[in-house]
């Protein structure tokens, strides 16, 4: 048996992906357990900055620490609020400085169809692949977050922000024109962020170890079932995806306290 508290797959870009979940005391490849039976119980919650056992209020965070840290600021989310390149605080000006001054790559890329982000170009790939893209590509690459968050806006108007999720898990997608969206998002850029454009970018292939993927989705709410027991025939992703169409979001459920075994 398998216990600790959840937090969001580490991954590595292999052919396919590789998952590994991180439980405290143990480190577990989750890719080895296609295939066999996983039984998963609650166990409580603990929040992952304080470490007190206190009810989940978002990201991993219990309420208090949620408004309080500066990983959790509304920039985090709206990258256009950012402050950092003015001088200005918003919880805690180091920290901000820290991610939201370095280079941050705007992107396309295509799940269940094609939409536009943000994040920071240290996590190329990561972040592709925590959306469950099988392919994506970098348009812009600017010296900060705020930057990024201003094309984001911009190609907003023109193009999709969010995941279906439900399609994106049953693998079910719009075929992508690459070159015709890339000039696309490029005709619809500001003027001044053209010059941080990513000269000859290339389409990055993502593949994800599923067996099966589901029909239908019927999303587990551990919390209320406190345990579940299915086979496991997929990872996408930050999705757990099992024979009877279950699936489980661990990035949606950190802080959640479990226990894990292996049949």
Not at 33 to 45: A, H, M, V
Not at 187 to 200: A, H, V
Not at 230 to 241: D, T, V
């Amino acid at each position: 048996m398998f216990r600790g508290v959840l937090r969001k797959m580490i991954t590595e870009k292999e052919v396919p992906i590789r998952y590994f979940l991180d439980l405290e005391h143990d480190f577990l490849m989750m890719n080895r357990f296609l295939g066999r039976n996983l039984k998963i119980t609650y166990d409580g919650s603990q929040c992952l900055n304080c470490n007190q056992s206190k009810y989940i209020f978002r990201q991993g965070f219990c309420k208090q620490c949620f408004f309080d840290i500066p990983s959790a600021g509304d920039w985090v989310m709206r990258p256009e609020l950012s402050k950092a390149h003015l001088g200005l605080e918003d919880r805690d000006l180091e920290y901000e400085k820290k991610v939201q001054l370095q280079p941050h790559w705007v992107y396309l890329a295509s799940s269940s169809h094609l939409k536009v982000g943000v994040t920071r170009k240290s996590q190329i790939p990561t972040r592709w692949i925590d959306q469950g893209a099988h392919q994506a590509v970098g348009i812009l690459e600017v010296p900060n977050r705020y930057l990024a968050g201003v094309a984001e806006v911009a190609l907003k108007e023109h193009f999709s922000d969010k995941t279906n999720w439900r399609k994106m898990l049953q693998n079910e997608y719009e075929e992508v024109k690459w070159e015709n969206v890339i000039k696309e998002a490029i005709d619809k850029l500001p003027k001044d962020l053209k010059p941080y454009i990513i000269s000859g970018t290339k389409v990055t292939e993502i593949n994800f170890p599923v067996l099966q993927y589901p029909d239908k989705v019927k999303s587990l709410n551990l919390e209320k079932e406190n345990k579940f027991s299915g086979l496991l025939k997929g990872i996408k992703g930050q999705y757990l995806l099992f024979e009877d169409q279950t699936v489980y979001n661990i990035r949606s459920n950190e802080g959640t306290r479990v226990k894990i075994e292996i049949d």
